[in-house]
């Protein structure tokens, strides 16, 4: 990709990221914060993004949004999920280790699925070797590579296939 | 009052993961405990800072989660034998 | 009505802290304890920042700064606890149900040193 639009993009997260730090407009904020994010972005966007102004495409930003707050009923039902096993007199756990394979081939995506299993009921990523991702469910179901991958990051993938990849 | 509610139980939250630090059997369950402790604290710098009404202790609490991501991951690079 | 749904916000983020502290405590093992401390901790601390930027509308946008860096930053770190403990040779609970970690020579090759 361009180096340009790299380099814009990474400068525009910084500058937005400086406004919600100072949370003012005042003119002399706003321009230092400005020359720094040029400045800081000049050295990091390489290592900061591969694909530049092209995540701005705006079917991925939608697509983003809806993810968002259905990642935040997950994380809720994950959190009632924990409180009735923490509760419960007799722990009802059976906990392991099950293998999943996972369709995401950026590291970007990966990252995300690996996000998005610890913090949903149940599963906690281990390991990501490749594409196979080592899980540690907490009320083991089945310990079948195929079952276990419709299961776990089924679902995220469908979503998250549209605005990663 | 509401206050002393919210802040009273996030605290007792505290003391019981420094409990599991103490008694943890091995390093990797201290860890652990001691990982979530920080989450909770910065919870906790934030409620401080309405109590104290200084807008300025919220810093602290951001400055202390980027902080404690740091060491957690370093106590992780080390235990797993990389450092 | 802000102040009502910051209040709200508070009192569930801390009993969710509470019980992810009350998992640790409980729960058997590193892995167990590890999925209790994530989950709780990261949408108690969450919802409390948000209430508190709820209350101050003024603070919202650090607050808002705050909740997305524990988002972004929690997960990785207990995957990273998780995956360093279970590499320096730490043992599942003994009634755990199937161990599939075992058939990878990346996850047992520290222990074989």
């Not at chain 1, 790299?6 to 706003?30: A, H, M």
């Not at chain 1, 993004?49 to 092209?54: A, D, F, H, I, V």
């Not at chain 3, 709780?40 to 709820?54: F, Q």
């Not at chain 3, 360093?84 to 090759?109: H, M, N, Q």
């Amino acid at each position: 990709m361009g180096k340009l639009s790299r380099f814009i993009f990474t400068s525009l997260v910084l500058f937005i990221l400086w406004l919600f730090l100072t949370s003012t407009f005042r003119s002399q904020e706003v321009l230092i914060g400005l020359i720094f994010s040029l400045a800081i972005a000049l050295f990091t966007y390489n290592s900061f993004t591969e694909r530049g102004l092209q995540n701005l495409n705006p079917r991925k930003v939608f697509c983003a949004f809806l993810y968002l707050p259905y990642l935040l009923w997950q994380m809720i039902k994950a959190n009632f999920d924990v409180a009735y096993r923490v509760l419960h007199p007799k722990m009802p756990i059976k906990p392991g280790i099950v293998h999943v394979k996972t369709k995401m081939k950026s590291d970007l995506g990966k990252l995300v699925v690996a996000n998005s299993i610890t913090l949903t009921p149940g599963t906690l990523t281990l390991d990501v070797i490749d594409d196979n991702m080592l899980i540690h469910w907490i009320n083991v179901k089945t310990d079948d590579v195929e079952k276990a991958s419709e299961e776990i990051p089924g679902v995220f993938e469908k979503c998250l296939k549209e605005f990663l990849e | 009052m509401s206050w002393v509610i919210a802040i009273a139980i996030i605290v007792l939250g505290v003391v019981l993961t420094l409990i599991r630090a103490m008694l943890g059997p091995t390093a990797a369950d201290r860890m652990v405990a001691v990982d979530s402790m920080t989450t909770i604290t910065t919870a906790l710098l934030v409620l401080l800072a309405l109590y104290f009404k200084r807008y300025i202790y919220l810093d602290i609490a951001l400055v202390y989660a980027v902080l404690a991501f740091v060491a957690t991951l370093a106590v992780a690079r080390y235990m797993e034998g990389g450092l | 009505m802000l102040n009502a749904i910051g209040w709200f916000l508070i009192y569930f983020g801390a009993f969710f802290l509470f019980l992810g502290a009350l998992g640790i405590m409980r729960f058997p093992d590193v892995f167990n304890r590890l999925q209790a401390g994530t989950k709780c901790t990261t949408l108690g601390a969450l919802s409390t920042s948000i209430g508190v930027g709820l209350l101050h509308p003024a603070w919202l946008p650090k607050t808002f700064i705050i909740a997305l860096f524990i988002l972004l930053t929690n997960p990785i770190s207990s995957h990273a606890l998780g995956r360093a403990s279970y590499r320096s040779g730490v043992k599942l609970w003994e009634k755990s149900v199937v161990d599939k970690c075992k058939e990878f020579k990346e996850c047992v090759e520290e222990e074989n040193e």
